[in-house]
């Protein structure tokens, strides 16, 4: 019995590494995301593991199509090689949110069945804030339990409704916590630095930390490497993988590139764009120089 034991942690640890960039295409990426991703390409490297491209165009009015093809072509410029991608397919496949819909909808009944979520008929600006990972300034407020334990919805097909948000009941006063690789042991408290948040949108969509969770687990991603501002993402994911009876991956948080205000880059910083730098003339190896001074644009 030990002998088996220890084969199968001997299993564990040689699970085949699985990384992957999951950029939304609602912009042109810039060098915050690019140093993440180089993070993520390195350490999928070093481990001989496998680097996966995944398109999360889930917030609708936000995601166009020309970015997803400005992304593939800038990573690509800039030196990036994934090995499962919409451009060359995989064994997980679709890698586009948008076309793994089915998938996020079986888990939401899973969750739904099992007791996890309540409907909410909250204000439409809390339900619009679901869409996208929250970065830096983007929190939500700490959801105020106003539909928490409302009856008479239960029976509501989430996708048949204009209306009606789904929200994960989160276990008040708990602690999640976890060892990130890159800022050490994290605790949060489930009810105090995080509310019942969203899992359905009221326009029929999952919210993105749903489809995060759901294809993490079926992309098999061993670990998740991503800026800092989701640490607090990872506290809900992790109730969400619990929840799915799913093991939760690793998780690697980089510090976020910050620009000379001490403000985290955004798509709204066109300067650091790798579109423009690359228009500028500059080259992969000088944007790559670039993020160890990342206060600067490489042509300061
Ligand atoms: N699409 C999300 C973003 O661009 C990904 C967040 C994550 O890595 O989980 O912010």
């Not at 105020?144 to 409704?161: H, L, N, S």
């Amino acid at each position: 019995m030990v002998r088996g034991a220890v084969a199968g942690w001997e299993l564990l640890e040689k699970q085949e590494y699985r990384g992957r960039l999951a950029p939304s295409p609602t912009g042109f990426l810039h060098l915050g995301h690019a140093r993440t991703f180089w993070a993520a390409q390195e350490r999928a490297q070093a481990a001989g593991g496998t680097l996966i491209l995944r398109v999360e165009d889930l917030d609708g009015p936000r995601c166009r199509p020309e970015f997803v093809e400005a992304i593939r072509e800038d990573l690509s410029w800039l030196g990036f090689r994934w090995q499962e991608g919409p451009d060359v397919g995989g064994p997980c496949g679709p890698y586009v949110q948008s076309q793994r819909v089915a998938l996020y909808r079986e888990a939401f009944e899973r969750l739904r069945r099992t007791g996890h979520l309540f409907p909410c008929t909250c204000s439409r600006r809390e339900i619009q804030s679901a869409l996208s990972a929250p970065h830096a300034g983007d929190e939500e407020p700490l959801y105020p339990g106003t539909c928490r334990t409302r009856t008479g919805m239960g029976d509501v097909p989430p996708y048949r409704t204009s209306k009606v948000a789904w929200r994960f009941r989160v276990p008040e006063g708990e602690e999640v916590n976890f060892v990130d690789g890159v800022f050490g042991l994290q605790r949060f408290v489930a009810g105090r630095d995080f509310g019942d948040f969203a899992v359905w949108r009221g326009d029929g969509f999952p919210s993105y930390q749903l489809a995060c969770v759901v294809d993490d687990a079926a992309m098999r991603v061993t670990e998740v490497v991503r800026g800092a501002d989701l640490l607090l993402s990872t506290a809900r994911q992790i109730l969400l993988h619990r929840a799915l009876g799913q093991v939760a991956p690793r998780f690697h948080h980089c510090p976020l590139v910050t620009d000379e205000a001490g403000v985290r880059l955004a798509k709204r910083h066109e300067a650091m764009s790798l579109r423009r730098l690359r228009e500028q003339g500059r080259t992969p190896e000088e944007v790559r120089e670039a993020w160890k001074a990342p206060a600067r644009a490489p042509s300061d």
